[in-house]
């Protein structure tokens, strides 16, 4: 059974940190592209950042040089390192993992950033 579990997220003031966790099990995670995103209300669901299974990053344009993705194979988890947080990045954040059409998704974890 694959499951991703997700931890961190909270309340935070703007301009203030916060690290998302998220642990998967049952996969053969070092393969997997790890991906980060997250829904606003009323919004679509965008992708804030990826990392591919030889390490490859991407950012979106609103979170770059802000957000740091990262992955540890060993302990089979991703994170999100969130720095200088806005309100607009207020949302619900998921995080997914890929691989060769298989995909997953954890449950979600709410980020609120006050102005």
């Known amino acids: 059974q694959v499951r991703l579990v997700q931890s961190g997220g909270g309340l935070v003031q703007a301009g203030g940190s916060l690290r998302l966790s998220c642990q998967a099990s049952?996969?053969?995670?070092?393969?997997?592209?790890i991906n980060w995103y997250r829904q606003a209300p009323g919004k679509e669901r965008e992708l804030v950042a990826n990392?591919?299974?030889?390490?490859?990053?991407n950012y979106g344009d609103s979170v770059k040089g802000r957000f740091t993705i990262s992955r540890d194979n060993v302990r089979t988890t991703m994170y999100l390192q969130m720095n200088t947080l806005r309100p607009e990045d207020t949302a619900v954040y998921y995080c997914?993992?890929?691989?060769?059409?298989?995909?997953?998704w954890g449950q979600g974890t709410q980020v609120t950033v006050s102005s």
């Open positions: 990392m591919t299974a030889d390490g490859t990053r």
């Open positions: 997914h993992v890929k691989s060769h059409g298989l995909s997953w």
């Open positions: 049952g996969i053969n995670f070092r393969l997997y592209t």
